[in-house]
């Protein structure tokens, strides 16, 4: 008779007690030249990322010439007196550098990806590139005709045009924030050499500028580094550039942007709120991932599992201007796409989402899971250097303490659920808000006139 094999079961292993973690604490320092610098050392992270920050906020561009700082920022690496645009790519391929720029309402903004090994000469490319940038004729014509290129098919994304229309209705017209912040094809196509040259002696100095260095600089002699390269960049000091306070016009009200034989109505619906700066900001940023910052959200479980009317609804904040005086502000915003059909009854639900919400208020589960989603996976979301030095950046644009997020973290774990749901419900109050509807209104209008969430606006698609 065969013996059966017999086998041995050992005892499942357990896990261990979570070690602590907090979001890094830079140290901060300055240049001569009075460039500031926070630098964060993250052991074993080989890719170091920069970020360099210049004072050059949307609202400072000559009238007529919105897009000018996206132009500049695009021309930052089309390069310099030491190279050719073609030299320059060369020089930053050689290197495994990655380096990009955009402007945004705060200021335009660097951004450069190199292995630790070969750092000093990716920071030397930047330095070059902020200190004696070409801006050739030929290379800035060519990106104003690329960014003319682009504005139709933004134009043509029903979400692309829907936040220009939400802009344009809450600020007000003189404002900066109520215009395309990369121009229009009108403003873009008015960009020269001279004048991205003229916008770049204005406002781009080390004095008002700041870097961000994160990554592994074991061996790294950093100062000695930043001073050779970042470090031999001059300018003229200045004071910083007073900040315009954010005004809005959140009456409640529709705007229908008419696309004809529309198949899916594109959902804006949004207004200002508070930002950064306010205390209510940790119950804010909890409250409103309960409402709609995930798949098991309230608008999703309703509108998506429920009602079938969608693929999904988020709900959000995202800082516009940040300002320690009480100036700034953040979009406070629900977005997402239903079908032509059910626009009317998706809104109706959506509205009576909100209306629960004040009347009931969130539960401990739905704020437990809040938490849990937002501070228990902050670990993994910050396991590159790039999302550090990005989040870093971040504080130094809105003005914000160099250990805001460690204690922002704190502060939504001790967060309650009736802190959360008060804010959330001052967030978006169901009768000042701006929603804004990209589809065809033919079909959409009446059934939306019919909810009584506001007037009813049509507007053509352009």
Not at 110 to 134: F, I, M, Q, T, Y
Not at 185 to 201: L, Q, S, W
Request: aromatic share 4%.
């Amino acid at each position: 008779m065969t013996e059966l094999a017999t086998m041995d079961f050992h005892a499942q292993p357990q896990a261990g007690e979570p070690k602590p973690w907090a979001f890094p604490a830079p140290e901060r320092g300055s240049l001569a030249n009075g460039l500031t610098v926070l630098r964060c050392h993250r052991p074993g992270q080989q890719v170091v990322a920069v970020e360099v920050l210049l004072d050059a906020p949307l609202d400072a561009e000559p009238a007529g010439l919105d897009g000018v700082a996206t132009i500049m920022a695009r021309a930052f690496s089309e390069g310099t007196d030491k190279h050719s645009a073609e030299d320059f790519a060369a020089e930053l391929e050689r290197c495994g550098a990655t380096l990009d720029a955009h402007a945004d309402h705060p200021g335009v903004r660097l951004s450069l990806e190199v292995p630790a090994s070969r750092l000093a000469k990716a920071l030397g490319l930047l330095a070059d590139a902020l200190r004696a940038p070409a801006f050739a004729d030929g290379e800035v014509e060519r990106l104003v005709r690329n960014r003319l290129d682009e504005i139709p098919h933004e134009l043509a994304n029903p979400a692309r045009r829907a936040a220009k229309e939400l802009s344009k209705e809450l600020f007000p017209a003189d404002a900066r924030m109520s215009r395309p912040r990369q121009g229009t094809e009108e403003t873009v196509a008015a960009v020269d050499a001279a004048a991205v040259r003229a916008f770049y002696e204005r406002h781009v100095r080390p004095a008002t500028a700041t870097a961000v260095v994160v990554g592994d600089l074991t061996g790294v002699d950093l100062d000695a580094l930043l001073g050779d390269t970042l470090g031999a960049w001059t300018g003229s000091t200045a004071e910083p550039r007073p900040v315009p306070p954010v005004t809005a016009d959140d009456r409640g009200r529709v705007v229908i942007v008419d696309r004809p034989g529309a198949v899916q109505t594109q959902l804006l619906i949004g207004r200002t709120g508070a930002d950064r700066h306010d205390r209510v900001w940790p119950a804010q940023v909890l409250g409103t991932y309960c409402l709609g910052g995930t798949l098991t959200s309230r608008l999703d479980r309703v509108l998506r599992e429920e009602k079938g009317y969608t693929y999904g609804v988020r709900a959000f904040g995202q800082v516009l201007r940040s300002a320690p005086d009480g100036t700034g502000a953040a979009m406070l915003a629900i977005s997402g796409s239903v079908d032509t059909p059910n626009t009317g009854p998706a809104l109706d639900d959506l509205w009576t989402v909100l209306r629960k919400l004040a009347a009931e208020g969130l539960t401990d589960a739905e704020r437990d899971v809040a938490v849990q989603n937002l501070v228990g996976v902050a670990p993994l979301k910050y396991e590159t250097a790039a999302a550090v030095a990005d989040t870093l950046a971040d504080q130094v644009e809105q003005h914000l303490p160099d250990d805001f997020q460690a204690t922002l973290y704190r502060q939504l774990a001790a967060t309650g659920t009736v802190e959360a749901t008060a804010a959330v419900v001052n967030a978006f109050p169901v009768d000042r808000l701006v929603t804004v509807l990209v589809g065809d209104a033919a079909q959409i209008k009446a059934p939306v006139e019919a909810l009584g969430i506001g007037e009813v606006t049509v507007v053509a698609a352009e």
